[in-house]
């Protein structure tokens, strides 16, 4: 039964989305030996996994009719849609009550306005997962919310942390327009009018190509203007520069292997993100 849970909550993809949005706290420390620090950092990971845990649970009790027919989600309707309603509000109530040990009310208050953003993206019939672009747009956004969120946690907000979280934001849309592509079948038959569905799969691939080429001389510009040091520019280079290969690689056949390339992706930036911390670490020992 519990792993029943864990496949319906989709617990391993809630804990790969919250790591995305968590990196913004690592970009904000100055002193990897600073244990209060990583104190903050912890209880950041958990609200975050919690927020996203709700926002999931809200997402499934949203869109039950369409995953009916979609062989990705289609195990999420072993739960009443009533279920998922209530999951998503303890969820939520759990990751605002261990807000409040950051003792900051803007980090409470900001992390329902989340939940509240992404209501609108899953929200039936008439969230931005039904428009084309709209969807997209809302991740791009989305995503330089929790990055900043996170980094104001350790460290004041600054032009920096805005920079590097449009980075990820081009990042966490491309993976939004490769749901699209993976899913593009089972949104045709239950009519979501999103981006892939109203404007094509070659479309929508020209427009990943055009990010992600964008995000690679993006991370260069960064660097000639000396917002990053030459060690993160290879960093984040290479999971950019990748990931526009990667689609490349397999245009021809991108609707059959879009999950396969999300893996290769997805295990690339991970890898990169673990030798950027390791970098801090190494950087801090020698200072």
């Known amino acids: 039964m519990k792993y029943q849970f864990i ?79 209530l999951f998503g509000f303890v969820f939520l109530i759990v990751a605002l009550v261990v807000s409040l040990l950051i003792n900051n009310m803007v980090y409470t208050l900001m992390t329902i306005v989340i939940f509240f953003i992404w209501m609108l993206y899953s929200y039936p019939s008439k969230g931005m997962k039904y428009k084309p672009y709209w969807g997209t747009i809302l991740h791009f956004i989305a995503q330089i919310i929790h990055f900043n ?23 966490f849309s491309v993976g939004h327009l490769n749901h699209e592509l993976i899913d593009f079948e089972a949104d045709k038959e239950t009519e979501i009018n999103n981006t892939v569905s109203k404007r094509g799969i070659s479309f929508v691939l020209k427009l990943i190509w055009a990010l992600c080429g964008f995000n690679t001389v993006y991370i260069l510009i960064l660097y000639l203007l000396k917002a990053i040091n030459l060690y993160y520019f290879f960093v984040f280079c290479v999971p950019a520069l990748g990931h526009l290969i990667l689609f490349l690689i397999y245009y021809k056949n991108i609707k059959e292997k879009a999950a396969q390339v999300r893996t290769i992706y997805r295990a690339l930036y991970f890898f990169c993100f673990i030798v950027f911390v390791s970098i801090r670490i190494w950087q801090d020992m020698i200072s």
Do not use: H
Not at 7 to 35: C, H, N, Q, W
Not at 46 to 72: C, H, M, P
């Open 149 to 171: 969120l996170c980094y104001y946690i350790v460290r004041p907000l600054d032009f920096f942390a805005f920079f590097i979280s449009v980075y990820f934001a081009i990042a």
């Open 7 to 85: 496949k319906v909550l989709r617990v391993p993809e809630v804990l790969l989305m919250s790591g995305f949005f968590i990196i913004g706290s690592f970009f904000g420390i100055t002193d990897y030996a600073d244990g209060e620090v990583f104190k903050k950092v912890a209880v950041v990971a958990v609200v975050t996994f919690f927020t996203i845990l709700a926002i999931y649970a809200f997402n499934a009790w949203a869109g039950q009719r369409e995953d009916k027919t979609n062989s990705r989600l289609k195990e999420l309707v072993a739960l009443k849609s009533s279920r998922y309603l």
